[in-house]
């Protein structure tokens, strides 16, 4: 090792263990005085490793001089930087996780000095205070990201989140209702004002965003079809339209004859609800409206489902959930899984099958039985 470095181990009083030494860097380019960098990792092989990662940058020439910026000023300029460059909504969520957790878990360390070491007990500490483990590993995500960028930027050497796991989440179990509960459901709320939306999201599977940015062009009656063209997005002033996460998010739906039905009460309800208001009438076309033409706010429609639901004795379930309740009773009644994959907009067929294997385990079944039938089993 480089003069200087010899190996010390330190026990710390919670009894986590780091390795650390102090190399040779090029010397200053101004004054020519001799520098030296401190280095750690949490075994002495990993920090050997580490400090001949270090000389050999060293001797070739690529030595990466460690940026002085603090993590806390690094996001925030890296927030900015990606502004133009993802969705509204991904931008607000970044910043506010960057500014509120990681900032304020890691804000205070030097980018440079920044350790797989720092970000374990980053994310143990978010673990003990409670969050998911799918809410950590979403940090994770973002923090890698940004330290790629880092990277790219020569501001450090390498990501530290490759040598630091995120917790792995437990996969989410959908709550789904059974064909008779959607029915009553429907049933219930027959004569509710929002009755063709709890119908188009039992009957198509589509995103609650989606409905909610429906628009009457997107809707063709008299052809039985709707288009999915855009959704909400979470904008600095509040929720407005945007496009659809993927490509596969924008697609055309046929419409059985209940949510033609269901639409057309709807419409002829809106339009009365419209001449009453006049000129107070928000004029975006929406075709699922706050009551005087304007954006009906999400939360207020799963705060009406719920009402109903629980008015009804049924299984509380999310208002995605209906989504996935779609989707089972599509399988379940046989329909090929590609249709399935089509109507709710996702990207692949395997993502389909993979989310909702459990119903295509139940179709294997049934086939298995019939061809066992069929020869004579």
């Known amino acids: 090792m480089a003069r200087g470095s010899v190996p010390k181990k330190r026990i710390a009083k919670d009894g986590t263990v780091t390795w650390t030494a102090v190399i040779d860097v090029p010397p200053d380019p101004v004054t020519g005085k001799r520098r030296q960098r401190r280095l750690s990792a949490p075994t002495k092989k990993d920090l050997e490793d580490l400090v001949r990662k270090?000389?050999?940058?060293?001797?070739?020439?690529?030595?990466?001089?460690?940026?002085?910026?603090?993590?806390?000023?690094?996001?925030?300029?890296?927030?900015?930087?990606?502004?133009?460059?993802?969705r509204p909504t991904t931008f607000l969520r970044y910043r506010d996780i960057c500014e509120r957790q990681l900032a304020?878990?890691?804000?205070?360390?030097?980018?440079?000095?920044?350790?797989?070491?720092?970000?374990?007990?980053?994310?143990?500490?978010?673990?003990?205070?409670?969050?998911?483990?799918?809410?950590?590993?979403?940090?994770?995500?973002?923090?890698?990201?940004?330290?790629?960028?880092?990277?790219?930027?020569?501001?450090?050497?390498?990501?530290?989140?490759?040598?630091?796991?995120?917790?792995?989440?437990?996969?989410?179990?959908?709550?789904t209702w059974t064909a008779e509960q959607a029915r009553a459901f429907l049933a219930g709320t027959a004569t509710d004002p929002l009755a063709a939306l709890w119908r188009l999201a039992l009957l198509t599977g589509a995103r609650k965003g989606e409905l909610l940015a429906l628009r009457w062009a997107d809707a063709d009656l008299d052809r039985g079809t709707l288009a999915i063209r855009r959704t909400l997005t979470r904008g600095p002033d509040g929720f407005t339209t945007g496009e659809p996460k993927s490509a596969a998010g924008t697609r055309s739906l046929a419409l059985p004859p209940s949510c033609v039905a269901a639409l057309r009460r709807h419409k002829a309800?809106?339009?009365?609800?419209?001449?009453?208001?006049?000129?107070?009438?928000?004029?975006?076309?929406?075709?699922?409206?706050?009551?005087?033409?304007?954006?009906?706010?999400?939360?207020?429609?799963?705060?009406?489902?719920?009402?109903?639901?629980?008015?009804?004795?049924?299984?509380?379930?999310?208002?995605?959930?209906?989504?996935?309740?779609?989707?089972?009773?599509?399988?379940?009644?046989?329909?090929?899984?590609?249709?399935?994959?089509?109507?709710?907009?996702?990207?692949?067929?395997d993502m389909t099958l993979d989310r909702y294997s459990h119903v295509s385990l139940d179709m294997q079944r049934e086939a298995a039985d019939r061809l066992d039938k069929a020869l004579g089993g």
């Open 54 to 86: 270090e000389l050999h940058s060293i001797g070739t020439g690529s030595y990466i001089e460690p940026a002085r910026v603090t993590v806390r000023e690094y996001l925030a300029d890296w927030v900015a930087s990606i502004e133009a460059s993802v």
């Open 104 to 175: 304020g878990a890691l804000g205070g360390i030097k980018l440079a000095t920044l350790t797989a070491l720092h970000l374990r007990k980053a994310y143990a500490a978010w673990l003990k205070a409670g969050l998911a483990p799918a809410t950590v590993e979403l940090y994770h995500m973002i923090l890698h990201r940004a330290l790629d960028q880092a990277v790219k930027w020569q501001l450090i050497p390498r990501n530290p989140c490759d040598a630091a796991d995120a917790p792995r989440p437990e996969r989410y179990e959908a709550k």
């Open 269 to 349: 309800q809106q339009a009365e609800r419209r001449l009453k208001l006049g000129e107070l009438w928000q004029g975006a076309d929406l075709i699922f409206d706050r009551g005087d033409g304007g954006l009906l706010h999400p939360n207020v429609a799963y705060a009406a489902f719920r009402r109903h639901s629980d008015r009804l004795g049924l299984p509380p379930i999310r208002f995605h959930d209906l989504r996935h309740t779609a989707a089972t009773l599509m399988l379940a009644e046989g329909i090929h899984p590609k249709i399935v994959q089509e109507r709710l907009g996702h990207s692949s067929i």
